[in-house]
């Protein structure tokens, strides 16, 4: 029996060592594929900033390339508002109006 015991022992203590082997090597990959996931994360985040960066710099590039042609625009209104005639078509219109009585309110004409 004493034999059978040993044998037993051995195998239970086997067995026990086995599956805390096993244990340890799965953790091991978790943590080896949990590292892995990081750097991707911590890659995509390097990437988005740099993208950040250049759609920044492309919006003010596109606001400088856009100013030329308003700054023309603002330079020729002047020049295209001296050309207008002094007087115009239409009379200037009274800038008092007259009070209206309470039996004749005013009307909206956006209804």
Known sequence: MNDADNRDMFF???SALVLVVLIS???TALEKRNLE???IVSRQKYRLEILLEKH???RVLAQQ???PSRLVDKIDEPQKSSEKPAQSANPDRPSVRKTRHKSHPATRRSQ
Do not use: E, H, P
Request: charged share 20%; aromatic share 6%.
């Open 12 to 14: 239970r203590f086997g």
């Open 25 to 27: 090597l799965a953790g």
């Open 37 to 39: 996931l990081r750097r």
């Open 56 to 58: 920044a710099a492309n």
């Open 65 to 67: 390339l856009g100013a």
